[in-house]
């Protein structure tokens, strides 16, 4: 494509430059809420004007502005429950953000090492995670404010602190607390949620690092839409 920002005034470089510190602050500012259990508030940095907005968990995908908030204000919060003991730390490393041309839409990744404290494998007992992923992220413009349009989660690791992320953790086939219906996504997941195991091969393009580009038009994102329009099957509801 060249280079894509050859033509644009000072002005408009400014605004790209602008706007990367501004979409890292509403990344941070996620982190942050989500560690703390303020999940309305990480919801509100969601474009919830936006009939295309998602949110896609390794379980499945949440769309629109009522499946943010059932994620948020209603799954993470049952989750938590009372808070007593729980603890989710999703630190942001390795940011490579690209803004477009036109400084309307923007792409970002980041590698998450984190941790969680919670009830993931025996119910009512709290069990402490280490919790790597990736957060692949799609940001807009709206009303003024760059706000987050669509979010993945891929997986890296997941295994109880005391046990290497090289030996198998589920091997008693428990797959946790059952998640409520009225919890259950909009939509599967459309990536691999690829995680390690000892047979497999970390994926070289899952997220793919975001290319320069002048408007969202000109994209084909990988891993954002649900062109085969398979049915909901979370997790938590397999037996």
């Given amino acids: 494509m060249g280079n894509i920002t050859s033509d644009l005034t000072l002005e ?59 994620l948020y ?55 402490a995670f280490w919790c790597w992923i990736k957060y692949d992220c799609d940001f807009i413009l709206e009303k003024g404010r760059w706000r987050i349009w669509h979010m993945r989660t891929p997986g890296i690791m997941m295994t109880p602190y005391e046990i290497p992320w090289t030996k198998p953790v589920f091997e008693s086939g428990a797959a946790g607390p059952r998640m409520p219906e009225e919890y ?11 995680e390690y195991a000892t047979d497999r091969v970390y994926p070289y393009n899952d997220p793919e690092p975001p290319a320069p580009y002048r408007t969202w038009s000109d994209l084909k994102p990988a891993n954002r839409d649900n062109s085969q329009g398979k049915p909901v099957t979370p997790l938590a509801k397999k037996k």
């Avoid at 938590?80 to 729980?86: L, R, S, Y």
Wanted: proline residues 5%; aromatic residues 12%; charged residues 25%.
């Fill in 73 to 127: 204000t209603g799954f993470h919060v049952f989750v938590d429950g009372d808070c007593k003991g729980k603890m989710h730390v999703h630190t942001l490393c390795q940011p490579m953000i690209e803004v477009a041309a036109d400084c309307r839409t923007a792409r970002g990744i980041w590698v998450s090492p984190g941790h969680e404290t919670g009830s993931f494998v025996k119910p009512g007992e709290l069990e």
């Fill in 184 to 194: 259950f996504p909009d939509e599967p997941p459309i990536g691999s949620n690829w």
């Fill in 12 to 70: 408009q470089r400014l605004a790209r430059v602008e706007a990367y510190i501004e979409i890292q602050n509403v990344m941070s500012a996620y982190a942050y809420f989500h560690s703390a259990h303020r999940h309305r508030e990480a919801a509100e940095l969601f474009a919830l004007d936006s009939e295309d907005v998602w949110s896609e968990m390794t379980w499945g995908r949440y769309c629109g502005r009522d499946g943010i908030m059932k």
